[in-house]
């Protein structure tokens, strides 16, 4: 299993910017999925964006122009970049991963971001 960790979180303005990290404990070339959620208080964990193992990419329309989400396989690390960031985007953000379509989820332990003037 590749456990990840999160890191990155913080206060941001509205229309402000932040990037995310998602550190790995092992190699993320091969891994079939890696991925952002986000959860808010007294919502449920969504699903922000995710990248597969061949390249094709998701994103939450709520995000889509505004976050980008990439991976460096050599640093073992995925990123979420996220701009002109809203009030409505304050939650904590997990990363997840999954070796195989077969295998379990792996979770981080999750960063807050909050969006406040």
């Known amino acids: 299993q590749v456990q990840p960790m999160e890191s990155g979180g913080g206060l941001v303005q509205p229309g402000g910017s932040r990037r995310l990290s998602c550190s790995a404990s092992?190699?993320?070339?091969?891994?079939?999925?890696m991925g952002w959620y986000r959860q808010a208080v007294g919502k449920e964990r969504e699903l922000v964006a995710s990248i597969r193992r061949e390249g094709a990419i998701y994103y939450a329309a709520s995000v889509k122009g505004r976050f980008t989400i990439s991976r460096d396989n050599a640093k073992n690390t995925l990123y979420l970049q996220m701009n002109n960031l809203k009030f409505e985007d304050t939650a904590v953000y997990y990363c997840k991963s999954r070796r195989s379509i077969t295998s379990p989820d792996s979770w981080g332990q999750g960063t807050q971001v909050t969006v406040s003037s």
């Open positions: 092992g190699s993320i070339f091969n891994l079939y999925v």
